[in-house]
């Protein structure tokens, strides 16, 4: 059921998505063919389209349009969390708590497997949403794609991996302390929705009231076990910085799995659409 | 011939009395197949209970009866039909009575009239 | 399998202070087609929405087929809402194989021949269908399925008598016929002659439970003209009638 589930969000994600990825990415192309300045890769920059080569030298209109595409760049990593944000909400708030409720809560399953299925959806819309932001970026970049794919420099990474092997893992660990710590963020948005249902009126104030109220509850916590010496007993335990990451992890996952349980709890229990 | 339903009596009531009248008047004529009880719901716009206890009563009168493959037959029996024929005609009469003794005509004027209409 | 369908004992529901059912006692069996008859703001709707768990009681118990609500009776319960449910994307194709994955008693070339029969292109866009087509693909996906109980709120409120009949037709020749059907209506005329039994609900409360056919013989008038009589009466004690 829960695959069927996220085949029917994964559907609906794809329908939203399908113009904003592929515009993304031809935006990132389009702006280095008019800002294609060589602010990084200085002199060696140079682009053939058709007939004609791009070979701009320095100056201060290249520097100005330098500051233009780290703006640009800015932009696109703005544009691409807030985008991630807007989803996260509105998958949920519209698809579980709005008119769309009506077809998701009497289908025969489990209130807990429709959340999942939201939170599974939101996490690949931002891998996905990081993975292009990354890739517009590399394409607006006046890099020389030619040396991007140079068999040398992938030669240099691997032999730096190799002196320094665990860099791979630690990688992985980032990534996935980055992928708990934003599931942590929308459940947080999931349950402060949810409390926001409870009142029978004025949701959406009462949501945001509960937003701001978890996120305060969360970080006098927070401080709550720094103060008790958090810090001292992770670094008196005998493990490396591995350890000390997944540590990390598996502390961040326990509010994930409370507040995954709270929001399943309400929408069981608690559900009135009206 | 559509089907009229009036607000004062029980649905199948009236469905059976214009089953009955359907069968007498030949438009379901001795010994054939009546639509199944489904069909003959949807061209009523009823629900297929009531028409389906119009369709027990009519068996009851002996108009009509089960048959071993599916569905029900017209009786063929001319004397049932003729009994069911003689009633309907009693219904009308009464009508015309009642009708004329609404304008204040005994059933012996009322009588009169008929008669003097058809000479 | 438990002989009632619906039973529900003290149902109450409130919002805030305000109870839009209280104390509602109901046994509804199966192979029926029923009625759930009030003006506005009887508490209909809060009714069909508690069988089918988008609300939750305040107080009192309900089962359907014996089960309290929950996926077990949400597979058996076919629900058209009072209002669109369906996402912005989505095309009515997408919709029944969504209908297809969940639910077992759905028969999709039904629900594809109903479509035809609308004259209903199944590949296109919903949301540039006009209200009543949209309503009709939403009949079509309710009525495809063989389910133990359809919840229909309102299916002939604001539409045309041309199109009333055809609602009720489609839901004539389609319906599961050991199945219950549950219609909620304030419009009792045109749908008097499809239902076996009649609920009336005033003020969140069951006034009378009973056959159209018992009510005519007893009270020698339609359905309609008795509720007429009801709630026309004002002010009236709930309860017993």
């Keep these: 059921m829960l695959l069927k589930l996220l085949k029917y969000d994964l559907r609906s994600m794809w329908k939203q998505f399908r113009v904003i990825w592929p515009a993304a990415l031809i935006l990132g192309l389009v702006n280095r063919f008019i800002f294609g300045a060589p602010t990084i890769y200085d002199g060696s920059f140079s682009l053939v389209v058709g007939n004609y080569t791009f070979a701009p030298n320095g100056g201060a209109f290249t ?15 703005v544009a691409m969390v807030l985008v991630s944000f807007i989803f996260v909400i509105t ?10 409720g009506y077809l998701m809560h009497t289908l025969p399953v489990r209130s807990w497997q429709l959340v999942l299925s939201k939170l599974v959806c939101a996490l690949v819309v931002t891998v996905v949403n990081a993975i292009v932001g990354v890739l517009a970026l590399v394409l607006m970049m006046p890099l020389n794609w030619t040396e991007l794919f140079d068999t040398e420099l992938w030669r240099m990474i691997l032999r730096a991996l190799a002196k320094h092997p665990d860099t791979l893992l630690y990688f992985f660990e980032f990534c996935a302390l980055f992928l708990t710590v934003f599931t942590l963020g929308a459940l947080v948005l999931y349950l402060s929705m949810s409390i926001g249902h409870l009142f029978s009126s004025r949701r959406v104030l009462m949501s945001v009231v509960a937003y701001f109220g978890l996120n305060i509850l969360g970080s006098t916590l927070n401080n709550l076990i720094n103060r008790l010496g958090f810090p001292r007993w992770l670094a008196g335990l005998p493990v490396n910085s591995h350890g000390e990451l997944w540590i990390s992890i598996g502390l961040t996952l326990i509010p994930v799995v409370l507040m995954f349980l709270a929001t399943s709890w309400i929408l069981t229990h608690k559900l009135n659409l009206e | 011939m559509d089907w009229k339903l009036s607000d004062d009596r029980p649905i199948w009531l009236q469905l059976s009395q214009q089953l009955a009248r ?15 009880v489904r069909e003959l719901a949807a061209a009523a716009g009823v629900n297929p209970n009531t028409m389906q206890r119009a369709l027990a009563q009519l068996e009851q009168d002996g108009l009509a009866k089960a048959d071993r493959t599916a569905g029900r037959l017209v009786t063929q029996d001319t004397t049932i039909l003729e009994a069911v024929r003689t009633a309907e005609a009693q219904i009308v009469i009464n009508q015309y009575f009642d009708a004329m003794a609404e304008l204040g005509y005994s059933q012996q004027e009322a009588a009169l009239l008929l008669r003097e209409e058809l000479k | 399998m438990s002989e009632q369908l619906i039973t529900c004992q003290g149902l109450t529901k409130a919002y805030g202070h305000k ?34 768990g988008l609300l939750q009681p305040t107080a009192g118990t309900l089962e359907v087929a014996g089960q309290p609500i929950g996926p077990a009776t949400k597979s058996l319960i076919s629900y058209l809402p009072d209002r669109m ?27 594809l021949a109903m479509c035809a029969s609308l004259g209903v292109e199944p590949g296109d866009r919903l949301k540039s269908m006009s209200k009543g087509t949209k309503e009709k693909v939403q009949l079509a996906l309710v009525m495809a399925r063989r389910a133990q109980l359809y919840l229909l709120d309102e299916p002939i409120a604001g539409v045309d008598p041309a199109a009333r009949d055809f ?75």
């Design chain 3, 85 to 111: 449910y369906f996402a912005d994307w989505m095309r009515a194709v997408d919709l029944f194989d969504l209908f297809r994955d969940f639910y077992r008693d759905f028969d999709y070339s039904k629900a």
């Design chain 2, 22 to 36: 359907r069968i007498v008047t030949g438009i379901y004529p001795p010994g054939s197949r009546l639509p199944s």
């Design chain 3, 167 to 241: 609602i009720l037709h489609t839901i004539l020749t389609n319906y599961n016929e050991e199945g219950t059907v549950l219609i909620s209506t304030h419009l009792i005329a045109d749908i008097e002659k499809v239902l076996d039994e009649a609920v009336f609900l005033k003020a969140g409360q069951v006034m009378l439970h009973n056959s159209v056919d018992n009510i005519r013989e007893n009270e020698g008038k339609s359905v309609d003209a008795l509720f007429r009589e009801i709630f026309r009466a004002t002010p009236m004690e709930g309860g017993e009638f």
């Design chain 1, 91 to 100: 998958r949920f708030y519209k698809g579980l708590l709005g008119d769309e």
């Design chain 3, 19 to 52: 109870a839009a059912l209280s104390g509602v006692d109901l046994e509804v069996g199966r192979g029926r087609i029923v009625g759930l008859l009030g003006p506005n703001g009887s508490g209909k709707t809060t009714f069909i929405k508690l069988l089918c």
């Design chain 1, 63 to 77: 520097q100005w349009l330098g500051v233009i595409t780290m703006f640009l760049f800015f932009g696109v990593f």
